[in-house]
């Protein structure tokens, strides 16, 4: 027992963890004899197809060469293109981008985004390298996978993930395109691109607005709120998150601007911060880059350990960070009465069994990040069709509309208000066509995940999201004949 001023030292939920790779496996055998496939097809979808690990010399701002390490897992080819983020991490291994490519493969299940999974890492420090090494970096790398077909509009697309961002999209697609300029659809070699070099509006904010669309509809799910003893509904909740990158920030600004919940603490590197009565994301991310911190943020306390913030009473935990967050040392203190898995495993599987015992239900990374995905499908789409999904439609709508609003005029005889007039008749932008799909992604998506989990009689929805997508996924396997 620890008495105040004797606390026991908390240990990082890191030390007492399951590997990530483990954990996704073990997510996987949990679900394996719920689908009856035969023990071959288990194994042929379960394990990683192609792991392409490299070394490759980088100078440094000093003149320096440095030698980075790089990996790119293809998890399964029973879709192509395969499909999945690019993260820098210094702590990036051959194991962890094997679990997340692995993730991605059930992912595009998950939300029909007609890929297998992929995931690719280079080990450098994204907080500590200059944007000039970041540059030279991304550029080899790209080579590199080049060299060895690892990246191409019908091989693999890559995608932002940790410490990557539409900067360095931007550089894989103008590397590819100075290698191979005789390609006809460059541009879809890689997603998440800024606007200008054929991005989409929309993929920015897409995973966090479909974390928020995913708890919006798993939270209007009479039997799930009531378990948890809430009200149904986003409104009101009290959420804590953790990280203010592009996931987190997303999610957190969507949650409150959309969906009325009060975000009362947001944990980062360098500390955490909380308010009872709500913190304003928008203004918590200004503050951050003003000053280079989360922390001191008007109204709100400092929580010196930030992971301690995890731990404190809410409605919705939202893990946006990485991995491992959540372990058998932490889950027994989790107040949530749900996680949402905005990170790619941020709860491993000796957690995952403590909260399920503990009643704490956990809406899984494999669905909840999906939407990210959803819109880098849409982006490569427009990048091979050469179109934009509005060009086509936008000016006709906009006719027809402006007709419909001319005979209610004439039957009436009152003039509509210009702005509603304008409202009706502008036709729909790229944004609208992105949010509106992706929207009905993830309503699909939670649905296959519940009815899975209310038919199978699951112990919860991960396991109905892995159930789902092994199915999917064997069937490939099975209408070629391949396996009995
Ligand atoms: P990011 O680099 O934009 O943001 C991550 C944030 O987490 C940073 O602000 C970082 O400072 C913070 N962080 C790091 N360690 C932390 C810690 N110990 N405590 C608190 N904060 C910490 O990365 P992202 O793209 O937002 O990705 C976050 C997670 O979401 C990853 O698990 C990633 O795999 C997953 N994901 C990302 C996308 C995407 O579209 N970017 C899609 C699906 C899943």
Known sequence: MSTPGNEEPRLSPRRKRTPFLKSVHRYFDEAAPHTGLAPGLLRQIKHCNSVYRVRFPVEDDEGNIRVVRGYRAEHSHHRLPTKGGLRFSPEVNQDEVIALASLMTYKCVLVSAPFGGAKGGVCIDPHQSSDGFKERTTRRYTAELLKKNFIGPSIDVPAPDYGTGEREMGWIADTFKALKPDHMHTYACVTG??????????????????????????????????????TPGVAGKRVIVQGLGNVGFHA?????????????????R?????????????????????TGSILDFPGATNVVNSAELLEREC??????????????????????KMIAEAANGPVDAAAAQILRERGI???????????????????????????????????????????????????????????????????????????????????????????????????????????????????????LGIFP
């Open 315 to 336: 409605d919705i935990l939202i893990p946006a960070a990485l991995e491992e967050q959540i372990t058998a040392e932490n889950a027994p203190r989790i107040q949530a």
């Open 193 to 230: 691109k800024p606007l200008a070099l054929h991005g989409i509006e929309g993929r920015r904010e897409a995973t966090g607005l479909g974390v928020y669309y995913g708890i919006k509809e798993c939270l209007e799910c009479t039997d799930i709120v009531k378990a948890l003893g809430l």
């Open 361 to 479: 239900r956990v809406l899984p990374d494999l669905y909840l990040n999906a939407g990210g995905v959803t819109v880098s499908y849409f982006e490569w789409l427009k990048n091979i069709s050469h179109v934009g999904f509005e060009r086509m439609v936008t000016g006709y709508e906009s006719q027809a509309n402006s007709r419909i609003v001319e005979a209610l005029e004439q039957l009436t005889g009152k003039p509509v208000d210009p702005a509603q007039r304008k409202a009706i008749t502008d036709g729909p932008s790229e944004r609208d066509f992105v949010h509106a799909a992706l929207r009905a992604s993830m309503q699909e998506g939670f649905h296959r995940v519940y009815r899975t989990w209310h038919e199978k009689k699951l112990p919860d929805l991960r396991t109905a999201a892995f159930c789902y997508a092994i199915d999917r996924v064997s069937r490939t396997y099975l209408d």
């Open 270 to 290: 360098e500390g955490g911060i909380f308010n009872p009565d709500g913190l304003d994301v928008d203004a918590v991310f200004q503050h951050r880059t003003g």
């Open 252 to 268: 957190a600004d969507s949650i409150q601007r959309h969906g009325d919940g009060i975000i009362t603490g947001i944990a980062e």
